[in-house]
């Protein structure tokens, strides 16, 4: 489930499968109610409940490593304004 693996990831400190966690549960609102809803949601750490939260409301700062907020395979047509400038600094081009 969702949980045991989020959690394994953060207790090995592998942020890339992490952060394919976080895209997974936060790719529709039926998936994150899904999550939600699972028992053993209950059961997460409340470091990752808030690092779920921020990332599902998409005001979650935190970088991982080697990785980018917006990976070149972003539909850069679905980026509002603020989206788009964010990936335009984190790649040091001038927008």
Known sequence: TFTRI?????????????????QFATKDA???????QARDFETLDPLLLRELH????GSSKRKFANTLEFPAQSDWSQLC????QRACDERGLHC
């Open 54 to 57: 921020l990332f599902s409301h």
């Open 81 to 84: 304004y603020a989206q788009l």
């Open 6 to 22: 989020f959690t394994l990831a953060h207790e090995l400190n592998q942020d890339n499968l992490k952060r394919e966690c976080l």
């Open 30 to 36: 039926q998936t994150l109610e899904a999550i939600h």
